[in-house]
């Protein structure tokens, strides 16, 4: 299974994680073949395809919640159910908990602080004007005691400032993004993230953006380029003192 990795959190002891491609799976076309979530895929298909990214990580279990466009973190712990509910992020201190993003041009943000806790955030263009990021940090922050400054962050591939297009920016995005607009109606929501995680205390020598562009990049599952397509997945987990 091809999978992706960040240098950065590559180098981090008790840390594993991981994104996916849109290989080494199951789905047949247009879900073709690594599809991780989708409701015209086959749930048998979806189900195989999790359980192989699983066993390619050594984890022994991948949590997620049902992604809403919104920024509620849930906290995941062991012996929960795969399923957390709605929300847009995750967060955990148990080691051997598989922390699942969904994707199809909306980036993940990996937050990291090995030993303390690792979220995992899924944030479009409506979690970045909902600073998503920056809130993630807030969430790890207060309820888990990381010092912002103690964070690697890494975003995932996801839609670039070539393809980021809003024509619909004034009632969508807002003035407050125009700094970002790179092109007529083209933002960089890349330096979006950088800066809304840089602006509540992550380090900016800490943050790890993969430049990747979905719609671009044909090896990622994108609905701009596709429209009925799959989604493919970034996860982290914490390892240390886990058997895996």
Known sequence: MPVLKFSSLSK???????????QGGVSDP????????????????????????????????????KQVHGREIKAAEKGDAAY????DGLVTDRPG???????????????????????NLHAGWRGNVADMPGYGVEFLEKNYHVDPGEIHAAVSPSL?????????????????????????????????????LTA?????????ISGLCTKCGREFFSYRREGKTGRFGTVAALTRGEDR
Not at 84 to 87: F, P, Q, S, W
Request: proline letters at 4%.
């Open 12 to 22: 981090l002891d008790g840390l594993v994680h991981a994104v996916t491609t849109r």
């Open 30 to 65: 247009p879900f073709d073949s690594l599809n991780l979530a989708g409701a015209e895929d086959s749930r048998e298909a979806i189900q195989e395809n999790l359980s192989r990214l699983c066993k390619a990580m050594g984890l022994k279990e991948l949590v997620q919640v």
């Open 84 to 87: 957390l509910g709605e929300g």
């Open 97 to 119: 908990l598989g922390l699942l993003v969904k994707q199809a041009d909306c980036q993940a943000v990996i937050l990291a602080a090995p030993g303390k806790a690792v979220a």
């Open 160 to 196: 670039g400032p070539c393809c980021a297009e809003f024509t619909n920016h004034a009632t969508e995005l807002g003035r407050a993004f125009l700094p970002y607009e790179v092109s007529e109606n083209h933002f960089d929501l890349w330096r979006v993230t950088f800066d809304q």
């Open 200 to 208: 509540r205390g992550v380090k900016p020598e800490n943050i790890e």
